[in-house]
């Protein structure tokens, strides 16, 4: 168990709709990493918050957005979904910044968007 | 264009084999990442590297700054190695390598 909880872990959903996916991440850990896993693509970086902030984009969609909120749990929500959109959602965190800290993963959230 | 590269992307080793997963990279980088994952999906980081050379039980992992490369070697291989090997670099964002997935045979 690495500490990093997300809900929910399945999930099916039609096309246009809207979705969020939450993380919590590990006690005391300030980051927030969210990655795509998709079987074509592989995995991709999409956003890193830390402490609340937006400290990094990768390539995160327009229909896609994130936050960390106060008790540094975040959300990614999509919407305007996309069949291609379906893929297993990671949430990672760590004490610090990447560099500088091991990552630590949730179980991921499967979406399959029908 | 690939910022990670790894090979190779298959690998089928026998129980006791030493084994070699290579890391090259083409950006700029503040530490790298080598990450397992099992089939089912779940990741475990496995080394955090920015310099030099790290040890966890039969896991190795090296990096060569100069030359933009890791290498993660696994000692006395065993079937519960057998899972995909991901490599990752971190600067200003991520970038992963597509994988290496161990077979190792009993």
């Known amino acids: 168990d690495s500490g990093v909880t997300q809900t929910p872990k399945h999930l099916i959903t039609a096309t246009g709709q809207r979705v969020t996916l939450r993380c919590s991440p590990r006690?005391?850990?300030?980051?927030v990493y969210w990655y795509q896993q998709s079987l074509d693509q592989g995995l991709q970086f999409l956003i890193q918050y830390y402490n609340g902030e937006e400290r990094a984009k990768g390539n995160i969609l327009e229909r896609f957005s994130a936050q960390q909120f106060p008790d540094l749990h975040s959300e990614l929500n999509l919407s305007s979904l996309e069949l291609g959109d379906s893929a297993l959602y990671f949430c990672?965190?760590?004490?610090?910044?990447?560099?500088?800290?091991?990552?630590?993963f949730g179980e991921g959230s499967r979406l399959t968007v029908l | 264009k690939n910022e990670v590269e790894q090979s190779p992307q298959n690998l089928t080793a026998q129980e006791g084999e030493f084994i070699t997963i290579n890391c090259s990279y083409s950006?700029?980088?503040?530490?790298l990442h080598w990450l397992q994952q099992h089939p089912g999906g779940g990741i475990v980081s496995l080394f955090m590297l920015s310099s030099g050379k790290k040890k966890h039980g039969r896991l190795i992992a090296t990096i060569n700054i100069q030359e933009k490369h890791s290498s993660l070697h696994i000692t006395a291989s065993h079937p519960r190695d057998s899972a995909v090997y991901i490599c990752?670099?971190?600067?200003?964002?991520?970038?992963f390598g597509t994988g290496t997935s161990l077979t190792v045979i009993p």
């Open positions: 950006v700029g980088i503040s530490a």
């Open positions: 006690s005391g850990d300030l980051s």
């Open positions: 990752a670099v971190t600067g200003n964002q991520f970038y």
């Open positions: 990672a965190s760590s004490v610090g910044l990447a560099s500088i800290g091991e990552l630590f």
